[in-house]
């Protein structure tokens, strides 16, 4: 039996770091279960230089990334929603858009290494330390049997994955 292909939607305020990570990790680590895609609510226009060396070693189609916003999925013909994740704490609190399918949605707050000042060298390092912390969540959730769960279950654990430490 072939396990369904779950879409999933990491929100951010710039969608040029923590979603675009998170995006990436979720559609490498989840070896084709997931459809991931990334929008933010005032998308910045273009990926950070930083985020982007943190995923080379991933993979993923780099030209598949760049920032969006949300109402990009909010449209009709959008993908349907299987999970909504915010990994930004602005976000969390902000009104959003009506999506389609009625997803299950968490909050996976982390530190916005955009914001982070320092050398290059210091973002650099930054920004590795939260990539890894999403990759960290980001390998439970990829584990997770949800074909074996119900909604409420799933949600549970998308919850505890969120306060687990990053």
Not at 118 to 123: H, S, Y
């Amino acid at each position: 039996m072939t396990e369904k292909t779950y879409n999933i939607l990491f929100l951010c305020t710039g969608n040029s770091a923590r979603s675009i990570m998170a995006e990436a990790l979720c559609a490498t680590l989840g070896k084709g279960r997931f459809h991931a895609f990334s929008a933010g609510s005032h998308p910045a226009g273009t990926v950070n230089r930083f985020a982007i060396e943190q995923l080379k070693g991933t993979r993923y189609p780099m030209d598949n990334l760049r920032s969006k916003s949300w109402q990009e999925y909010a449209q009709p013909g959008a993908p349907k929603m299987d999970f909504v994740i915010t990994v930004c704490d602005s976000v969390a609190g902000a009104i959003v858009p009506h999506w389609p399918g009625q997803p299950i949605s968490s909050h996976w707050g982390f530190a916005d290494p955009v914001a982070f000042e320092g050398t290059d060298a210091e973002k650099q390092q930054y920004f590795a330390k939260i990539f890894h912390q999403i990759m960290r969540r980001m390998t439970i959730f990829v584990h997770l049997p949800l074909h074996m769960l119900d909604k409420h279950a799933i949600k549970h654990e998308l919850d505890e994955i969120g306060q687990s430490p990053a």
